[in-house]
């Protein structure tokens, strides 16, 4: 009996460390699976080109660490100016630009730093800092913290470091719900509100600033540095994301009837 | 309170209807831990043993280990897992990061020292009735272990469900090394901290429901099984 | 062979710089039934520690016949509160032969008749742990028998008992002597030495200090305090 169990034990073990042939293990940032995009195009790239791809949803700062180590295939992210540096530096062997979608400021809807009535984004957040109205801020050096601070930048003040600046250093999911807990303002990618559950008192203030549009960038982890990776997969998958009818599935995408992505990956 | 009765609300019909994926996560969650458990209690039982009945020149010191490991942050733990099965660490060949195998070696490390630290108290106590008979008897080393480890066999199982209870609702280091991918190393604590994350309170609520449900009757399941609380005299 | 006689030579011991017994130097021959008398704190515990080789010698030697790892093998010590195990009461009892890799089945069927012999025939598959302190204390006796040892070490075995109990017992070690066994019996209750000594050892603060048949002694002890101790005086 006992020894059953024991025999039963090491098949479970020996059986969990068998991995399935034809899979891509990809780092994607939390925006995107909170999306629920990924929900849809998953399943179609295996109908489609018979691909099981594995997400691992992290923060782009963790997802490109997971690159360079090699534990991913390749890696969905959105923060253009550390995906150059991680195809420079060789990490990955070049960077496919797929879709972007864009990020919207949501705050209480009694909006009381009348952020709704700014012109552009600049203005926005300059309006948060006169009404010292409480700001969450991801503070977890995701690609959404990152265009966060660089939009703060170009503010006269610049960066926030007064009392009204929270960063919380979560996903996107939690800075939202510390958002509706303090009746707070928050840059989020306009997919994670969407799909966001718990709305409670908030709403989109203010959107459409061509600044806020949000580039993904797709990228091959490179097989010269890490030979293990499989870079024929990866390679596959980029074809089809980039494909005219994949792309177009992107682009239909909708929840509450708006569309989120817009696809513009070059052929 | 209505986010409460909506997770009661979650909780009950993904049970009645045995929501497939649920059930999937579920036997994950239970085929990690009970395995990282099972090794656990094989390394954490026989060491609190040896340490109760040995002495030697830095016992104290590896006791107080031992009970300081017991606090460490499963965060750290998957962290250190992750550095050593990470394609570029020590192990990164065997390929195992994100894998349930993965998951079930951050257990071992966060149960056994829990485990060693319970069974070392309890079997100490044991220890210090049986001394003079086990010494007048004559026995070896290893026959005191086994008298003890049987006799102890109740205490050892409340231990291991300890190490049960601490692997089985641990999150920090099974989301680093396993991923929470889906329909592979995604399990319930990892699903909780997704709808959470999501803010579908009541479904994350729901989740944690059932994850104690389970806990509770595997508790049961094993004291039924073991008869302790039934005989209970000892 | 025998393992006795057992030989101290100058055997002292010293807790914390302390001495408490010492120093002793006796031969005990077999097939003794002996009393170790003396009030409480004179050493009679760490006097049969001593000799059963569970207490650590801080000067001198013990003696066997054969060495001391054989020697080990062929002797039992039962405690004054006894060491009941947290199993039932027949593998309480067949514990000793388990250790020694006896068949289980005969190990079984041995300690059944142990226990049928104490009264406990019904209550095989209890726990022992339940038991009442003399049925724990008969217990403890019939595991330390079922060897069949050629010495048996008693550490006041009555103490804490009843009449009744304390008839059982002194019944199974009159029987144990007669079948052939060396008994070393400590205690401080007279009546007890006087029932079933064939010979006393009267120890006071840790020393030896007189060594008779129980006759000569019961009859007038050489000794001041062990007169003193008869008598019922405080020594």
Redesign the interface.
């Known amino acids: 009996m006992v020894q059953r169990m024991v025999l039963a034990?090491f098949l479970?073990?020996l059986t969990?460390?068998c991995?399935h042939a034809d899979t891509l293990?990809m780092a994607v940032t939390?925006s995107f699976h909170?999306s629920g995009l990924s929900d849809v195009l998953l399943p179609l790239a295996e109908a489609e080109i018979g691909l099981t791809v594995?997400?691992?949803?992290v923060g782009t700062g963790q997802a490109l660490r997971l690159g360079?180590?090699?534990?991913v295939d390749a890696i969905l992210v959105h923060s253009k100016a550390a995906e150059i540096e991680f195809v420079e530096q060789g990490f990955g062997t070049h960077r496919r630009e797929i879709m972007y979608n864009d990020f919207v400021i949501v705050g209480p809807s009694s909006d009381p730093a009348q952020v709704a009535a700014s012109s552009d984004v600049v203005g926005a957040l300059s309006a948060i800092r006169n009404a010292e109205a409480i700001f969450v801020s991801r503070g977890d050096d995701s690609g959404t913290h990152r265009r966060e601070l660089a939009l703060w930048n170009r503010t006269d003040d610049g960066i926030p470091t007064e009392a009204w600046y929270r960063p919380v250093g979560a996903?996107?999911?939690?800075a939202?719900?510390v958002a509706?807990g303090m009746d707070a303002y928050v840059l989020s990618d306009r997919a994670s509100w969407l799909?966001?559950?718990?709305?409670d008192g908030l709403a989109v203030l203010f959107e459409g600033d061509p600044t806020l549009f949000n580039q993904y960038g797709y990228l091959p982890v490179s097989a010269a540095r890490?030979p293990?990776v499989k870079a024929q997969s990866a390679q596959a998958f980029e074809d089809w994301l980039t494909s005219p009818s994949t792309q177009a599935t992107i682009g239909s995408y909708e929840i509450d009837g708006q569309t989120l992505f817009v696809p513009n990956a070059k052929q | 309170m209505g986010d409460i009765w909506e997770g009661l609300e979650a909780a009950f019909w993904l049970i009645v209807t045995l929501d497939p994926e649920l059930v999937q996560i579920s036997l994950r969650s239970l085929?990690v831990s009970i395995?990282a458990v099972?090794?656990a209690a094989l390394i954490g039982v026989p060491f609190g043993a040896w340490l109760a009945i040995s002495r030697f020149r830095r016992r104290r010191a590896t006791i107080a280990v031992l009970n300081a490991l017991m606090g460490l942050p499963p965060v750290v733990v998957g962290l250190f897992v992750y550095l050593l099965l990470?394609?570029?660490?020590p192990f990164?060949?065997l390929?195992?990061?994100?894998?349930?195998?993965a998951m079930?070696i951050a257990q071992v490390i966060i149960a056994t020292p829990l485990i060693a630290s319970i069974s070392h108290q309890a079997i100490r106590d044991l220890w210090a009735d049986y001394h003079d008979l086990l010494i007048s008897l004559n026995t070896t080393k290893r026959q005191r272990m086994r008298a003890l480890v049987w006799d102890g066999r109740r205490s050892l199982l409340t231990a291991t469900l300890a190490g049960f209870g601490r692997a089985i609702g641990e999150v920090g280091a099974i989301m680093i090394v396993g991923?929470?991918?889906?329909?592979?190393t995604r399990v319930l604590t990892t699903s909780i901290a997704?709808e959470?994350?999501?803010?579908?309170?009541a479904l994350a609520l729901g989740l944690g429901f059932v994850l104690i449900a389970i806990a509770i009757a595997i508790n049961l399941g094993i004291h039924a099984i073991s008869g302790t609380e039934r005989e209970g005299r000892w | 062979m025998s393992i006795l006689p057992v030989n101290l030579s100058n055997v002292t011991v010293e807790k914390r710089g302390k001495r408490i017994i010492g120093p002793v130097s006796m031969e005990l021959p077999g097939g003794g039934l002996t009393i170790v008398l003396g009030p409480n704190g004179a050493g009679k515990t760490t006097l049969l520690r001593t000799m059963h080789g569970i207490e650590r010698i801080s000067g001198g030697d013990v003696r066997w016949q054969v060495s001391r790892r054989e020697a080990e093998l062929h002797q039992s010590f039962v405690f004054q509160t006894p060491i009941i195990m947290r199993r039932s009461v027949l593998d309480n009892i067949a514990y000793p032969l388990h250790l020694r890799g006896h068949p289980r089945k005969a190990s079984r069927q041995q300690a059944e008749d142990w226990a049928q012999r104490i009264g406990l025939g019904d209550a095989l598959e209890r726990p022992a742990t339940v038991l009442s302190g003399g049925e724990r204390q008969k217990l403890a006796l019939a595991r330390a028998l079922i060897i069949k040892p050629d010495i048996v070490f008693l550490d006041e075995p009555t103490a804490n008992l009843d009449g009744s109990a304390m008839r059982d017992i002194e019944q199974l070690v009159q029987d144990a002597h007669e079948s052939g066994m060396t008994i070393v019996l400590a205690t401080h209750n007279l009546g007890q030495a006087r029932r079933l000594g064939k010979e006393v050892i009267y120890i006071q603060d840790g020393v030896i200090q007189e060594r008779s048949s129980a006759k000569a002694f019961f009859a007038g002890p050489e000794d001041a305090g062990a007169a003193a101790f008869i008598n019922g005086d405080i020594v």
């Open positions: 034990l479970t073990v969990s460390v991995v293990r939390t909170n594995e997400l691992v949803v360079r180590a090699g534990d996903g996107m999911g939690a939202l719900n509706v799909n966001f559950g718990r709305k890490h293990h | 085929q395995t099972a090794i990470s394609r570029s660490g990164g060949v390929g195992l990061l994100y894998t349930p195998t079930i991923g929470n991918i889906e329909n592979a997704l959470t994350s999501k803010g579908n309170f």
